[in-house]
């Protein structure tokens, strides 16, 4: 195996979010995967600081996932949820309910987060129009938000590479300032400065006119612009003014969701409950493509008003509610469940925080950012290279046996929910030698 994936061809395969002639001469292979570590193709384990792209929560490499999926491919390998229904699916949806805050009564299925984006952003303006508010068509997003590619996703996002090639996406579309203030630097946990940033919604409001916009949607953490941590009170004022106006929320919960802040999800945490929370990766441990959306009882109530024959909201995707999907699901709930994984974040928190910030003194680092199980070591660009400090360093720490992530100029972190003490002073270790020995 690992001989034959260095002989394959890389050609064929245009890689998403990579620089493709750069890694293709280069290329990073890794060809095996178990609780904390991968294998690379030339035999090292990897420790994998990143719980893959922020979706293997528990880890790797469970027979009890692969052994649901495999039997559940055997009793039935698909079936359709238009007009049609398998057991499966519902009780996914059940199980996947019980852990929200109660107001939360119904779950769309979709294939990723940026299908769970795109449907709840349709979801919140067929809601409005539901309701003879169909003049509500504003949707509100915020500068330096990642919501997956799709064009609504884009369209909301705010991070300019993902937009500017990309033509002029959804109109009507407006955006809070981001929450990254220098003087939060080094802050641990919550920064202290900031909450006032939401009162940027009450601006866009006047400009508007409330009755013209249907939702507001962010990342209670943004992680893929670089683990950005809300302000203390951001998102509670966010939810009053949302609330005051009959605007609706929406947190996207697809890196949040499945215990990374140390509840199940990040409106636990912060207790500030959205009216719509999106969700991925973690679903299913990211072991086979999955999202839901999870809605108020308010909200499905609203479209259950025309004839009964009628179909009520005209959106699903062909692999809503994917019965293999929903086994795999399924059982990653069972390990969260049994190893206490969705609360595990909250017991290592304080130690990962220490660790995280004892790399400030490393080399040049501009901030350093941490909640739940997440961190964010900002470095100090070099004149006129944005960027490639980070490259750098991650790739560093791939050959020193650690995978982190980079994006600008922020080495991101988000190991599994399983991680020992030790693998966190490994991680850093790392890390910390990575950059100290990059100039
Ligand atoms: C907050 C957030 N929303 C949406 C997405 C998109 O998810 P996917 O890549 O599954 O489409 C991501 C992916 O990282 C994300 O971090």
């Not at 060809?31 to 792209?53: E, F, M, N, P, Q």
């Not at 559940?72 to 057991?87: K, R, T, V």
């Not at 929406?250 to 999106?278: C, H, N, W, Y």
Request: aromatic residues 10%; proline residues 5%; negative net charge.
């Amino acid at each position: 195996m690992n001989q034959a994936a260095r002989n394959i061809p890389l050609d064929a395969f245009w890689m998403p979010f990579t620089a493709n002639r750069q890694f293709k001469a280069d290329p990073r292979m890794l060809v095996g995967a178990k609780g904390v570590h991968y294998t690379s193709d030339d035999g090292r384990d990897i420790l994998d600081g990143t719980a893959g792209l922020w979706c293997c929560n528990a880890g790797h490499g469970y027979e009890s996932i692969a052994k649901a999926a495999y039997n559940q491919l055997l009793e039935m390998d698909y079936a359709p949820a238009f007009q049609m229904g398998h057991p499966i699916a519902f009780e996914f949806a059940d199980r996947l309910r019980a852990l929200a805050p109660d107001e939360f009564k119904h779950v769309f299925f979709t294939g990723s987060g940026s299908e769970s984006v795109d449907t709840a952003l349709k979801i919140a303006l067929a809601y409005h129009r539901a309701r003879g508010e169909g003049q509500r068509t504003r949707l509100i997003g915020r500068e330096r938000g990642y919501h997956g590619v799709g064009f609504g996703g884009i369209s909301v996002g705010g991070i300019v590479n993902n937009r500017k090639n990309f033509g002029t996406m959804l109109t009507g579309v407006d955006h809070l300032p981001h929450t990254h203030l220098p003087e939060n630097a080094f802050s641990k946990g919550q920064p202290e400065h900031g909450a006032h940033l939401a009162d940027d919604l009450e601006r866009i409001i006047a400009l508007h006119g409330a009755e013209t916009i249907a939702a507001v949607i962010v990342e209670p953490v943004a992680g893929s612009t670089g683990v950005l941590i809300p302000p203390k009170g951001y998102l509670q004022r966010l939810r009053e003014i949302t609330s005051q106006h009959g605007i609706l929320l929406i947190f996207d919960e697809v890196i949040t969701g499945f215990g990374r802040l140390g509840t199940p999800f990040a409106s636990q945490k912060f207790g500030v409950v959205p009216d719509m929370f999106t969700t991925a990766k973690g679903i299913t441990n990211g072991t086979l493509p999955m999202g839901a959306v999870f809605a108020q009882g308010f909200i499905h109530d609203a479209f259950m008003t025309g004839p009964e024959g009628m179909i009520e909201l005209f959106h699903g995707y062909t692999y809503s509610g994917h019965p293999v999907a929903c086994a795999a699901g399924l059982a990653t709930l069972d390990i969260y469940e049994q190893n206490g994984l969705l609360t595990r974040a909250a017991e290592l928190e304080s130690y990962w925080e220490e660790k995280v910030h004892s790399l400030r003194d490393k080399g040049p680092i501009k901030d350093i950012r941490n909640i739940g199980l997440i961190g964010g070591v900002e470095l100090e660009s070099r004149e006129g290279e944005f960027g490639t400090r980070a490259y750098e360093v991650f790739l560093k720490c791939y050959k020193a046996g650690a995978m982190v992530r980079y994006t600008g100029e922020t080495i991101a972190m988000s190991p599994p929910l399983i991680f020992e003490k030790e693998n966190i002073d490994t991680l850093i270790d790392i890390l910390g030698e990575a950059i100290s020995t990059t100039a």
